[in-house]
């Protein structure tokens, strides 16, 4: 066992115990957390049957199993990205109404 296979391991524990603790916490959906449960199943598949990484290449058209680790993890930072700036939008909305109704609010009471 080579030390990117004790890295992936590692990862995935973590992944999973994190994944874990939010589900039980009820912080996300349950999109999420199967998404956090495929990508420690990924880790575990990768790390111990590393030629799957060269079947999923060839079926890409790609010469290195590295590049399609590089390829997913980039699909998966721009799903996450996404999903923040929603939450952002989603917060900044929230905080538009939130000011909106306490300002109508102040001016029935300053009309008074």
């Known amino acids: 066992m080579n030390l990117l296979q004790i890295f992936f391991i590692i990862s995935g524990i973590i992944i999973t115990l994190v994944a874990f603790d939010i589900a039980r916490r009820e912080r996300f ?3 999420h957390f199967l998404v956090f449960l495929s990508v420690w ?3 575990l598949i990768f790390t ?5 990484l060269d079947f999923i ?5 790609l010469t290195r199993w590295a590049d399609v680790l590089v390829y997913a993890s980039i699909i998966f930072l721009f799903y996450f990205v996404l999903l923040l700036l929603r939450k952002v ?9 939130l000011i909106r109704e306490i300002s109508l609010q102040d001016t029935k009471y300053a009309q008074k």
């Open 48 to 52: 111990f049957f590393p030629g799957v």
């Open 29 to 31: 959906n349950a999109l």
């Open 57 to 61: 290449g060839k079926i890409f058209w």
């Open 41 to 43: 199943g990924g880790l």
């Open 89 to 97: 939008e989603s917060n900044r909305q929230d905080l538009t109404n």
